[in-house]
């Protein structure tokens, strides 16, 4: 952690480098990302658009009063009110809406098809949406209510090539092994850069000739669009 003081206890950093500056290296895979855009419908877009009105007035409020606060400072503060706690549950419905909207559901129907043959991941915001996923694209789910035993299991069969495909919300992020895959849909969650990596990592392990292959479901006109253009940018810096 770069607290204050960090330096005098382990000493300067002595070397940084981005992961952007490794692909294609022996450290990690070429990569190819793919950016595909889909639209509200008009209904989700009011559901959505008053959702974050809703946050976004909480927000500034709090900003007004604490404005160099923290989100943490701020769900707190939001938490001793009742319209403090809806503002809150707004944030989180808006998130989830973006995260597993139609539009999303129906790209999934037109790409996952032409994944056939190829080991991939899909990344979803939640459980929810990873079993949705699951049932109708038969993938095999990974997440936080499969037991430790048969995970191990499900991974087994998919690098030996029985399975050519998984979904998960986090439990794939960091600490599971799956050096077979390739490709990677991204439905919905990242939180920030740090999980991005964390995601896109999975299909980076290098192989002779390999170019592995992220797919990233946006949604136009929201915060989701910004969102992706930092990571590309954190993960492209010199």
Do not use: M
């Not at 769900?75 to 009110?81: E, F, L, N, P, Q």
């Amino acid at each position: 952690s770069e607290a204050p003081g960090w330096e005098h206890l382990i000493g300067p950093v002595a070397y940084r480098i981005t992961p952007g500056a490794l692909l294609g290296t022996e450290y990690l895979a070429d990569l190819a990302l793919v950016t595909l855009t889909v639209d509200l419908t008009p209904q989700e877009r009011t559901a959505w658009e008053q959702r974050r009105r809703l946050y976004r007035e909480a927000w500034d409020r709090w900003g007004a009063l604490a404005p160099r606060g923290s989100w943490t400072d701020f769900v707190g503060w939001a938490a001793r009110t009742p319209q403090g706690r809806l503002a809150i549950t707004a944030h989180r419905q808006a998130r989830t809406q973006l995260g597993w909207c139609q539009g999303k559901q129906a790209l999934l129907r037109e790409l996952l098809p032409s994944l056939s043959g190829r080991r991939h991941l899909v990344f979803t915001a939640d459980n929810r949406a990873a079993l949705a996923v699951s049932r109708e694209h038969l993938l095999a789910p990974i997440t936080c209510e499969i037991g430790a035993k048969e995970r191990d299991a499900v991974l087994e069969r998919f690098r030996e090539g029985s399975l050519w495909g998984l979904v998960s919300s986090r439990v794939l992020n960091e600490g599971l092994d799956v050096p077979d895959a390739d490709v990677a849909v991204l439905v919905g969650g990242s939180q920030g850069t740090r999980e991005y990596l964390q995601r896109i990592g999975r299909v980076l392990r290098p192989r002779p000739g390999k170019q592995a292959v992220i797919y990233e479901l946006v949604v136009r006109q929201t915060p989701e669009e910004r969102a992706v253009q930092s990571r590309h940018t954190a993960l492209k810096a010199p």
